[in-house]
Nanobody, 125 residues
Framework: VQLQASGGGLVQAGGSLSLSCKAS????????LGWFRQAPGKEREFVSA????????YYQDSVKGRFTISRDNAKNTVYLQMNNLKPEDTAVYYC???????????????????WGQGTLVTVSS
């Protein structure tokens, strides 16, 4: 599967952005999907993940209550709605996909073999 992330940009602290990641192929519903981010000078970290049928979602503690992950299998797209953004959310955001069985939803970087190109989110203070 190939992934194309979009929706990044510059926003003031407290603002919102919605990221999208569209996947190619006809088997999108077989994949668990994740969002990761990499801030300047830091390692890439997990942000959120969603299972095949949206029955399971996971979030990094720092984004709980502010970010919402969702997916539309008919559109082959996963979304990350980000509200109340903070300067520390500034990073390149990547979407990732892994074909999974049942409700297994990976939350670690090395579990995902398929990655999008990243989209930059900059939050000004």
């Amino acid at each position: 599967v190939q992934l194309q992330a979009s929706g990044g940009g510059l926003v003031q602290a407290g603002g919102s952005l919605s990221l999208s990641c569209k996947a190619s192929g006809r088997t999108f519903s077989r994949y668990s999907l994740g969002w990761f981010r990499q801030a300047p000078g830091k390692e890439r970290e997990f942000v959120s993940a969603i299972g095949r049928w949206s029955s399971s979602t996971y979030y990094q503690d720092s984004v709980k209550g502010r970010f919402t992950i969702s997916r539309d299998n008919a559109k082959n797209t996963v979304y990350l709605q980000m509200n109340n953004l903070k300067p520390e959310d500034t990073a390149v955001y990547y979407c990732a996909a892994k074909e999974t069985i049942m409700t297994y939803t990976p939350t670690t970087e090395h579990d995902y073999p398929n990655w999008g190109q990243g989209t930059l989110v900059t939050v000004s203070s």
